[in-house]
């Protein structure tokens, strides 16, 4: 119900040259499709949008499927994978951020929208917190485990244990069932080195063009950080920083990290790896938070005006980046690293 009004209404508005600008989510997405880059709009769209209207679309759902007799088992595969994108958190900070760096160049002033936004924002978080899938699995489809049926396997999708029926699918969910996920480890391997790859070009090339008064100001990420220093806003230098350089490259060192662990059969503490392996999972949207801002700049500076804001080439390749790095973690199945503890273990 607050959908609506938190996407088309206007969540913060500038006074500039004595024009109000408003700037919602749709808007900064349609801009960015614009300018010649629909897949980093799709991005944008889908973490900011999709994502977050899955969510309740998926409740409603399983409330009317119980009841009409419907197959409930996709959707349920769905909601175990949404909480990775559902990013409706990151992007009220990335709108703080956008009202910030206007503060210099206009009035700022907080739009219809934006408390609907903060609303669904809330309830987006308290449901990501207070479901609990497993026991949706339990109520909706009850069946008793089957721990010591012969070739009883752990299904990963909905955590039943049982033998695979005669298609070699889960009884519960039907998924495939497997011993361990196949080429895991080559999925998860190829998502970090392409992501390695285009965090170059991400970091090295303009992330975001300013025009003002005619002059042209190209800032990289690094020097997007630097600027806000410069300008004493260090509290959103320091979020900026975390989120879309230290992130990036502390993920990828973990994964890689847990992936010689598990290919060199370490002793290191199971239990260690596995807390790092949900770390890494927890704090890789929040990159996503540049992009977030891009797109409400767009939507405020106008090009009409004396001042104009563009995306520069860095956002198509940081966005890949870190959709990679987030279906990295996804791929790599977390029962390798037991496997290499017990295999490191029966060495000695």
Known sequence: MLAPIAFWQPLISIHLFGTQINANVLEGIRLISQQGD?????????????APLLLPISILYLVLARYLGMNMRPVLLVMKHLKEWVMLDVYLVGLGIAAIKMQDYATVDIGHGLIAFTTMTILSLLILIHINLDELW????????QANAPHALVCTACHFTGSPNKKGKCQRCH??????????LQKTWAALIAAMVLLFPANLLPI????????????TIY???VSLIDSGNWPIAMIVFIASILVPFVKIIIMILL????QLNSHTDPVLRMKLLKF?????????????VIALMMTLVNRDLLMSFTMGPAALYFGTAVILTILAVEW??????????GKSKAKK
Request: net charge positive.
């Open 208 to 219: 975001s063009i300013f025009y003002l008064n005619g002059q042209r100001m190209e800032d």
């Open 223 to 225: 020097s997007g950080v």
């Open 259 to 262: 992936l010689f662990s598990i």
């Open 138 to 145: 339990r109520r909706l489809y009850p069946m008793k485990e």
């Open 280 to 292: 890494v999972s927890w704090i890789g949207r929040w990159s996503m938070l540049d992009l977030f």
């Open 38 to 50: 629909p897949f980093t709009a799709s991005i944008v769209a889908f973490c900011a949008i999709a």
């Open 175 to 184: 998924r495939p069932l497997h011993y361990r996920e196949p080429l895991s």
């Open 332 to 341: 790599l199945d977390s029962r390798l690293i037991w496997d290499s503890y």
